[in-house]
Protein backbone atom coordinates (compact mmCIF):
# COMPACT_ATOMS: atom_id res chain seq x y z
CA UNK A 1 0.00 0.00 0.00
CA UNK A 2 2.50 2.91 -1.47
CA UNK A 3 1.27 6.20 -2.75
CA UNK A 4 3.25 8.36 -4.88
CA UNK A 5 4.17 11.63 -4.04
CA UNK A 6 4.72 14.93 -6.44
CA UNK A 7 7.05 17.28 -4.99
CA UNK A 8 9.05 20.63 -6.27
CA UNK A 9 12.63 21.51 -5.10
CA UNK A 10 12.85 20.60 -1.69
CA UNK A 11 15.27 23.96 -0.96
CA UNK A 12 12.46 26.33 -1.62
CA UNK A 13 8.97 24.61 -2.10
CA UNK A 14 7.13 24.64 0.95
CA UNK A 15 3.90 23.32 -0.01
CA UNK A 16 5.82 20.09 -0.61
CA UNK A 17 7.46 20.48 2.52
CA UNK A 18 4.49 19.96 3.88
CA UNK A 19 3.01 17.24 1.50
CA UNK A 20 6.28 15.27 2.43
CA UNK A 21 6.30 15.51 5.77
CA UNK A 22 2.62 13.70 6.04
CA UNK A 23 4.67 10.69 4.90
CA UNK A 24 7.67 10.61 6.15
CA UNK A 25 6.81 12.23 9.93
CA UNK A 26 3.75 9.32 10.21
CA UNK A 27 5.51 6.58 8.66
CA UNK A 28 3.32 6.31 5.92
CA UNK A 29 4.92 4.35 2.27
CA UNK A 30 5.79 6.37 -0.42
CA UNK A 31 7.46 6.84 -3.58
CA UNK A 32 8.54 10.63 -4.17
CA UNK A 33 9.10 11.80 -7.63
CA UNK A 34 10.44 15.59 -8.42
CA UNK A 35 8.36 17.53 -10.60
CA UNK A 36 10.20 20.27 -12.77
CA UNK A 37 8.82 23.27 -10.21
CA UNK A 38 11.87 25.55 -12.09
CA UNK A 39 12.73 23.75 -14.98
CA UNK A 40 9.37 24.34 -16.77
CA UNK A 41 8.70 20.73 -17.11
CA UNK A 42 5.83 20.91 -14.17
CA UNK A 43 2.81 20.48 -16.78
CA UNK A 44 4.22 17.64 -18.79
CA UNK A 45 4.75 16.11 -14.87
CA UNK A 46 1.28 16.49 -13.87
CA UNK A 47 -0.33 15.66 -16.49
CA UNK A 48 -1.59 11.94 -15.59
CA UNK A 49 -2.99 13.61 -12.47
CA UNK A 50 -5.78 16.13 -14.07
CA UNK A 51 -6.73 18.35 -12.56
CA UNK A 52 -3.73 19.48 -10.60
CA UNK A 53 -1.31 22.28 -11.30
CA UNK A 54 0.55 22.61 -8.66
CA UNK A 55 3.32 20.27 -6.08
CA UNK A 56 2.37 18.73 -3.99
CA UNK A 57 0.21 16.56 -5.44
CA UNK A 58 -0.52 12.44 -4.40
CA UNK A 59 -2.07 9.58 -6.14
CA UNK A 60 -3.22 6.81 -3.88
CA UNK A 61 -2.43 3.07 -3.94
CA UNK A 62 -5.63 2.87 -6.31
CA UNK A 63 -4.77 5.20 -8.23
CA UNK A 64 -6.94 8.16 -7.26
CA UNK A 65 -5.06 11.68 -7.79
CA UNK A 66 -5.26 13.75 -4.60
CA UNK A 67 -4.05 17.27 -4.51
CA UNK A 68 -3.89 20.58 -2.17
CA UNK A 69 -2.22 19.63 1.09
CA UNK A 70 -5.45 19.90 3.01
CA UNK A 71 -7.04 17.36 1.03
CA UNK A 72 -4.48 15.11 0.95
CA UNK A 73 -3.97 15.67 4.75
CA UNK A 74 -7.84 14.42 5.01
CA UNK A 75 -7.56 11.76 2.79
CA UNK A 76 -4.48 10.32 3.99
CA UNK A 77 -6.01 10.40 8.33
CA UNK A 78 -9.04 8.99 6.51
CA UNK A 79 -7.17 6.10 5.41
CA UNK A 80 -4.60 5.54 8.50
CA UNK A 81 -6.75 6.38 11.38
CA UNK A 82 -4.04 4.72 13.50
CA UNK A 83 -1.48 7.18 12.23
CA UNK A 84 -2.01 10.00 14.65
CA UNK A 85 -1.98 12.20 12.20
CA UNK A 86 -4.75 14.61 14.40
CA UNK A 87 -4.61 14.30 17.89
CA UNK A 88 -7.00 12.13 19.71
CA UNK A 89 -8.79 14.41 22.17
CA UNK A 90 -11.77 15.53 19.92
CA UNK A 91 -11.04 19.22 21.62
CA UNK A 92 -6.89 19.29 20.62
CA UNK A 93 -8.23 17.51 16.58
CA UNK A 94 -10.88 20.84 16.84
CA UNK A 95 -7.97 23.18 17.58
CA UNK A 96 -5.36 21.58 15.29
CA UNK A 97 -7.83 21.96 12.55
CA UNK A 98 -8.11 25.54 13.08
CA UNK A 99 -4.91 26.18 13.07
CA UNK A 100 -4.37 24.21 9.86
CA UNK A 101 -7.03 26.36 8.15
CA UNK A 102 -5.75 29.01 8.85
CA UNK A 103 -2.00 28.59 8.23
CA UNK A 104 -3.36 27.25 4.50
CA UNK A 105 -5.53 29.96 3.64
CA UNK A 106 -3.78 32.89 5.62
CA UNK A 107 -0.78 34.71 6.60
CA UNK A 108 -0.31 36.25 2.78
CA UNK A 109 2.50 38.80 3.72
CA UNK A 110 5.08 35.98 5.57
CA UNK A 111 4.19 34.11 2.69
CA UNK A 112 4.50 37.29 0.07
CA UNK A 113 7.83 38.86 1.78
CA UNK A 114 9.47 35.55 3.28
CA UNK A 115 9.45 33.10 1.05
CA UNK A 116 11.17 29.53 2.23
CA UNK A 117 14.54 29.05 1.44
CA UNK A 118 16.67 26.74 3.39
CA UNK A 119 19.71 28.04 2.13
CA UNK A 120 20.79 30.34 5.59
CA UNK A 121 19.41 33.09 7.02
CA UNK A 122 19.02 36.38 4.76
CA UNK A 123 21.06 39.22 6.15
CA UNK A 124 19.69 42.97 7.21
CA UNK A 125 15.95 41.47 5.90
CA UNK A 126 13.36 44.18 7.90
CA UNK A 127 10.27 43.06 8.18
CA UNK A 128 6.99 44.53 7.38
CA UNK A 129 4.50 46.00 9.61
CA UNK A 130 2.26 43.88 7.69
CA UNK A 131 4.79 40.78 8.12
CA UNK A 132 5.21 41.68 12.02
CA UNK A 133 1.49 41.51 12.31
CA UNK A 134 0.94 37.82 11.00
CA UNK A 135 3.93 37.06 13.44
CA UNK A 136 1.90 38.00 16.58
CA UNK A 137 -0.76 35.99 15.55
CA UNK A 138 1.43 33.05 14.41
CA UNK A 139 2.53 33.48 18.18
CA UNK A 140 -1.14 33.83 19.25
CA UNK A 141 -2.09 30.19 17.70
CA UNK A 142 1.16 28.56 18.99
CA UNK A 143 1.03 30.09 22.37
CA UNK A 144 -2.82 29.08 22.70
CA UNK A 145 -2.29 25.21 21.40
CA UNK A 146 0.54 24.46 23.38
CA UNK A 147 -1.23 25.70 27.19
CA UNK A 148 -3.79 23.72 26.15
CA UNK A 149 -3.12 20.65 25.16
CA UNK A 150 1.17 20.93 24.93
CA UNK A 151 3.36 18.60 27.21
CA UNK A 152 6.34 19.98 29.34
CA UNK A 153 8.61 17.34 27.48
CA UNK A 154 7.75 18.07 23.94
CA UNK A 155 8.36 20.81 21.67
CA UNK A 156 5.15 19.95 19.69
CA UNK A 157 1.68 22.22 19.37
CA UNK A 158 0.23 19.51 21.19
CA UNK A 159 2.01 16.80 22.48
CA UNK A 160 3.09 14.42 19.96
CA UNK A 161 3.42 15.41 16.77
CA UNK A 162 1.04 16.16 14.37
CA UNK A 163 -0.56 17.44 11.38
CA UNK A 164 -0.79 21.48 12.92
CA UNK A 165 3.25 21.18 13.00
CA UNK A 166 3.82 19.96 9.49
CA UNK A 167 1.84 22.87 8.22
CA UNK A 168 3.50 24.85 9.97
CA UNK A 169 7.16 23.90 9.52
CA UNK A 170 7.24 25.93 6.66
CA UNK A 171 6.05 28.41 8.79
CA UNK A 172 9.26 27.64 11.21
CA UNK A 173 11.33 27.34 8.19
CA UNK A 174 10.69 31.41 6.96
CA UNK A 175 10.80 32.56 10.37
CA UNK A 176 14.66 30.99 10.57
CA UNK A 177 15.22 32.04 7.15
CA UNK A 178 14.71 35.19 7.61
CA UNK A 179 15.92 36.04 11.16
CA UNK A 180 12.09 37.44 11.74
CA UNK A 181 12.24 38.58 15.50
CA UNK A 182 10.08 36.17 17.60
CA UNK A 183 9.89 35.73 21.49
CA UNK A 184 11.63 32.40 23.37
CA UNK A 185 8.90 30.20 23.47
CA UNK A 186 8.27 30.55 19.52
CA UNK A 187 11.75 30.28 18.66
CA UNK A 188 12.35 26.80 21.01
CA UNK A 189 9.24 25.70 18.86
CA UNK A 190 11.61 27.14 15.58
CA UNK A 191 14.50 25.31 16.44
CA UNK A 192 12.67 22.26 17.15
CA UNK A 193 11.32 21.78 13.59
CA UNK A 194 14.99 22.48 12.43
CA UNK A 195 16.64 19.70 14.72
CA UNK A 196 13.88 17.34 13.71
CA UNK A 197 15.87 14.61 11.58
CA UNK A 198 12.72 14.36 8.99
CA UNK A 199 13.35 17.99 8.18
CA UNK A 200 16.89 17.66 8.38
CA UNK A 201 16.08 15.25 5.56
CA UNK A 202 14.28 17.10 3.59
CA UNK A 203 16.90 20.05 3.77
CA UNK A 204 19.57 17.91 3.12
CA UNK A 205 18.31 16.44 -0.16
CA UNK A 206 17.11 19.49 -1.43
CA UNK A 207 20.90 20.63 -1.03
CA UNK A 208 22.14 18.27 -3.77
CA UNK A 209 21.00 20.60 -6.13
CA UNK A 210 22.78 24.53 -6.56
CA UNK A 211 21.01 27.43 -8.13
CA UNK A 212 22.13 30.36 -10.08
CA UNK A 213 20.50 32.54 -9.47
CA UNK A 214 19.32 31.65 -6.42
CA UNK A 215 15.64 31.95 -6.46
CA UNK A 216 13.67 34.38 -4.31
CA UNK A 217 15.98 36.31 -2.45
CA UNK A 218 17.62 38.56 -5.67
CA UNK A 219 21.11 38.14 -4.73
CA UNK A 220 20.85 38.99 -0.92
CA UNK A 221 23.68 37.65 0.87
CA UNK A 222 22.88 34.93 3.61
CA UNK A 223 24.44 33.49 6.76
CA UNK A 224 24.75 30.18 8.11
CA UNK A 225 21.50 28.49 8.26
CA UNK A 226 20.87 28.49 12.37
CA UNK A 227 19.59 24.48 12.84
CA UNK A 228 21.93 21.87 14.23
CA UNK A 229 25.60 22.42 12.36
CA UNK A 230 26.29 18.97 10.72
CA UNK A 231 28.93 16.45 11.18
CA UNK A 232 31.80 17.00 9.16
CA UNK A 233 31.29 14.88 6.14
CA UNK A 234 33.49 14.37 2.99
CA UNK A 235 33.61 12.62 -0.76
CA UNK A 236 36.55 10.25 -0.68
CA UNK A 237 37.64 7.35 -2.49
CA UNK A 238 37.60 3.57 -1.27
CA UNK A 239 37.23 1.02 0.35
CA UNK A 240 35.01 1.26 2.64
CA UNK A 241 34.38 -0.19 6.14
CA UNK A 242 30.64 -1.42 4.62
CA UNK A 243 29.99 -3.45 1.77
CA UNK A 244 26.46 -2.39 1.18
CA UNK A 245 24.83 0.40 1.40
CA UNK A 246 22.43 1.06 4.00
CA UNK A 247 19.52 2.75 2.09
CA UNK A 248 19.70 0.26 -0.57
CA UNK A 249 21.70 -3.11 0.35
CA UNK A 250 23.38 -2.96 -3.21
CA UNK A 251 27.07 -2.52 -3.50
CA UNK A 252 29.07 0.46 -3.15
CA UNK A 253 30.69 2.44 -5.28
CA UNK A 254 30.75 6.06 -4.11
CA UNK A 255 32.42 6.99 -0.53
CA UNK A 256 32.38 9.33 2.45
CA UNK A 257 34.85 9.85 5.27
CA UNK A 258 33.93 10.79 8.37
CA UNK A 259 36.05 11.26 11.91
CA UNK A 260 38.34 8.98 10.00
CA UNK A 261 36.46 6.44 8.74
CA UNK A 262 35.12 5.49 4.99
CA UNK A 263 31.67 4.84 4.83
CA UNK A 264 30.19 3.46 1.31
CA UNK A 265 27.10 4.12 -0.57
CA UNK A 266 25.17 2.31 -4.09
CA UNK A 267 25.16 5.82 -6.26
CA UNK A 268 26.44 9.39 -5.73
CA UNK A 269 23.43 10.69 -4.39
CA UNK A 270 22.84 8.03 -1.61
CA UNK A 271 26.53 9.89 -0.36
CA UNK A 272 26.00 13.50 -1.16
CA UNK A 273 22.64 13.42 0.79
CA UNK A 274 24.71 11.63 3.75
CA UNK A 275 27.34 14.05 3.62
CA UNK A 276 24.82 17.08 3.50
CA UNK A 277 23.99 15.97 7.07
CA UNK A 278 24.79 12.33 8.24
CA UNK A 279 23.02 12.39 11.44
CA UNK A 280 19.85 12.94 9.78
CA UNK A 281 19.60 9.19 8.27
CA UNK A 282 18.70 6.70 10.47
CA UNK A 283 20.40 3.95 8.34
CA UNK A 284 23.75 5.71 8.19
CA UNK A 285 23.76 6.30 11.77
CA UNK A 286 22.84 2.57 12.77
CA UNK A 287 25.42 1.81 10.15
CA UNK A 288 28.26 3.07 12.20
CA UNK A 289 26.84 2.24 15.24
CA UNK A 290 26.96 -1.43 14.17
CA UNK A 291 30.58 -1.56 13.03
CA UNK A 292 31.75 0.38 15.87
CA UNK A 293 30.34 -2.07 18.54
Known amino acids: MTYDLYIGDQTFSSWSLRGWLMFEAFNIPFRSHLAGLYSGTLKED ?13 KTPDGIPVGDTLAMAETLAEAHPDAGLWPEDPAARALARWLVAEMHSGFGALRGDCPMQLLGVVDGFDPS ?32 YSL ?13 GFGLPVSAGAHAYVAAHLADPAFRRWRAMGLLKSYDPVPYIDGLPLSDWPGPAPLAAVACSGPSINDACPYSGDPVTDFLKLNGQVWGFCNPGCRDKTVNDPEAWPAFVAMVAAHSG
Request: proline letters at 7%; aromatic letters at 12%.
Open 129 to 160: AEVLADLTRIEELWAIARAKFGRDNSPWLFGD
Open 164 to 176: ADVFYAPVAARIA
Open 46 to 58: LAELAPARFVPVM
